[in-house]
């Protein structure tokens, strides 16, 4: 197994200014399973549904080479269900409805053909869910990757500072780093954060890019695409993570200058998910549309300077 | 005369959670010519100040080959002052005192050395001010560049769109882009604002960098410097005019690509500028010091990324 990605897979419904969704298929897992597929050979994700989750959307998980054997299907019980609404500017959203259904006592196991994956990805989750999925592996795997929210460091902070010694990468947004650190630098609040375990940190700030630090003070920044129209940002910082553990689990590399890559595609799966309701863009995307997204952002930013005093 | 700068030279008083400046010299012509001077050999300003303006800081003008034949001193009147206070942010201040005083009916006078000049940068400034320098002018620049705010978009909308007709190249921030444009997205925003005159845009997101436009939709990303700290925002935005209209100046070559670079130059400017209070840091950079920061910036984004599939 080269990535297990471990997160949720539930259902959204989704209202922006340019319409509603309707009940559809999201999750950290989904998006994050499905991003990375476009660049992984071999990838099993660990969740939980209800059985009211679409067998179509398995079959589609199976056609993209990721396999199911980790994900618990709860007879009886429903998947878990969150509604949202965005405000005008993409940028704030508001909740409207949060169903836990079957991930209020979610206990992950990690099937046995997944505990030498040599990639672990741990999507938005409790904490402490995190951490048994990591306790299961008999193997520390090359690169761990874990994404959190706000909400745990209100609720969970403890227990999210424990995981915290367990991984390499912290994928996070501006304000969360914030608020983790103390400090409102994102320079100083790196350094503080990368004191606490994870020897990288990647900030997502959204429309305004991402930038990843390490513990020897370096930093890369990755800008988003600018887009016309930013559909539905719901999934983003899934899709963004996905391509990034992707393409370093298919390369595997995990030098700096090879992550800084990796950001590149995860930015541009990122770009691609915000183009359509949900899931829908990340599930039938060409080898040459991925490419040519990369080659925009390498337009985007490239520029040649010669310090040469004249 | 290679580059003719018109805008304020004044004074300011200035709060920022790290400390309060007392009255020193700022202006927006001030910053942009001390920027520009580290690249352009030949550079003149047009404005105006009161007889209380120091003589210390027009001596500093003449070192750094920056002319001022061009900036009129009105005895027994004040230059403009402005006051103000950042919030904890410093992305957001109060004004506490606008002081018109000599800016209230500044007929701006073009000697007779400045009007063969290659380049012109008009600072924020009336748009009607700006308008009467450009009208002074015998033969049209090989580039104009305009800056301006919201301010003029309130409340002297029509001769802003007539000066916008006038010039090649506009810098407003993102806010101002949107309500320029009427658009949300920046993509859409600057295809509007391209129609209404320049050839090219400029969105200074401050901490989040700037976006460059052309009327060929091609568009160019350069972040802005994580700091540390961000001592004192004032003057940033014309720093960063400066630098991206001194070299440019200094280079001749107005193509795309040489725009890039005068973008990541004018970066760097804007970078030193935020370090200390009000122009103390733009007052004595070395050559070293710049071509080490733009270097920061090519470490900051460079990456790359063999396109070729495997």
Redesign the interface.
């Known amino acids: 197994m080269s990535l297990l990605v471990v997160g949720s897979v539930a259902f959204d419904d989704i209202e922006t200014p340019f319409g509603k969704s309707d009940k559809i298929v999201g999750g950290a897992g989904t998006y994050i399973a499905l991003a990375a597929s476009y660049f992984t050979e071999k990838l099993g994700i660990v969740s939980v549904v209800g059985d009211d989750f679409p067998k179509e959307m398995i079959d589609l998980m199976h056609q993209k080479n990721i396999e199911t054997d980790g994900l618990q299907v709860k007879e009886g019980e429903k998947s878990f269900f969150w509604a949202g609404r965005y405000h005008?500017?993409m940028n704030s959203r508001d909740t409207l409805v949060t169903e836990l259904n079957v991930l209020a006592d979610f206990d992950p196991v990690v099937p046995e053909s997944y505990k030498n994956c040599e990639f672990l990805m741990l999507g938005n989750l409790t904490p402490a869910v995190q951490m048994r999925v990591i306790e299961q592996l008999p193997n520390r795997p090359k690169m761990v990757v874990l994404d959190t929210m706000n909400f745990w460091m209100d609720i969970a902070l403890d227990e999210l500072k424990a995981v915290l010694k367990k991984v390499d990468v912290l994928t996070i947004n501006d304000e969360e780093a914030r608020q983790l650190s103390g400090e409102?630098?994102?320079?100083?609040a790196a350094k503080k954060i990368i004191e606490m375990g994870p020897r990288f940190l990647v900030i997502k700030?959204g429309e305004?890019?991402a930038?990843l630090f390490n513990a020897d003070k370096?930093?890369?920044?990755?800008?988003a695409l600018?887009?016309?129209?930013?559909f539905d940002p719901t999934g983003a910082g899934d899709s963004f993570a996905g391509g990034f553990i992707g393409y370093l689990a298919h390369t595997k590399d995990i030098s700096f200058?090879n992550m800084?890559?990796a950001?590149?595609f995860g930015s541009a799966m990122a770009s691609f998910c915000v183009e359509k309701f949900g899931t829908e863009k990340l599930q039938n995307l060409s080898?040459q549309e991925v490419?040519e997204r990369?080659?925009e952002f390498?337009?985007?930013?490239?520029?040649?300077?010669s310090?040469v005093?004249d």
């Open positions: 005008n500017d409102y630098s994102l320079v100083k700030k305004h890019g930038l370096e930093v890369f920044f990755a800008p600018p887009l016309e129209e930013v200058d800084k890559r950001i590149i080898q490419d990369v080659q390498i337009d985007l930013v490239q520029f040649d300077i310090l005093n």
